[in-house]
């Protein structure tokens, strides 16, 4: 499915042009509008996913094995030091665009990208509440 204001299905196929670093018949990689750093890009699937709760299974699986690719290739081209995979779910967790993607961010050593957290402590009620849960 496409959703028609959608930009993210306007630039998975191909309606609006953009920088693609690779392309099949179930996803787009695209250079990402505003790098965190150099090489910063995003696998977005052809179809309509508004999040990583509603992609479709067998998607998921070959996301992340394009991601493994992709890494793998970038990092040999751009040179970079590591790498970061975010993906955001819900606008609490940073979400802007509405369509299921994958960022690939690449690190360079001392490159001051921020995509840190506080670190706490798990606490005894935590920890008991979630394994009683799941
Ligand atoms: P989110 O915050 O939803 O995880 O990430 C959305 C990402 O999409 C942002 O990093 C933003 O820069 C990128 N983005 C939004 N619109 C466009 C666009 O039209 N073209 C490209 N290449 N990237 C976009
Ligand atoms: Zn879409």
Redo the contacts with the bound molecule.
């Keep these: 499915m496409k959703v028609d204001d959608c930009?993210f299905c306007k630039?998975a196929n191909g309606e609006i042009p953009?920088a693609t670093l690779y392309e099949d018949e179930d996803f787009r990689v695209?250079?990402?509008?505003?790098p965190a750093s150099k090489g910063h890009a995003?696998i977005i699937p052809k179809e309509h996913y508004a999040n990583l709760y509603e992609l479709d299974d067998e998607l998921a699986g070959k996301a992340m094995i394009l991601a493994k690719k992709m890494v793998t290739k970038l990092t040999e081209v751009l040179g970079c030091d590591g790498y970061n995979l975010v993906q955001?779910n819900g606008e609490c967790a940073?979400?802007?665009?509405f369509h299921f993607?994958l960022?690939m961010i690449p690190r360079y050593k001392d490159d001051g990208v921020g995509l840190g957290w506080k670190l706490n402590t798990l606490t005894d009620e935590d920890r008991e509440d979630i394994l009683s849960k799941v």
């Design positions: 930009i630039l953009t695209i250079l990402d509008a505003n995003l955001n940073g979400q802007t665009v993607h960022h």
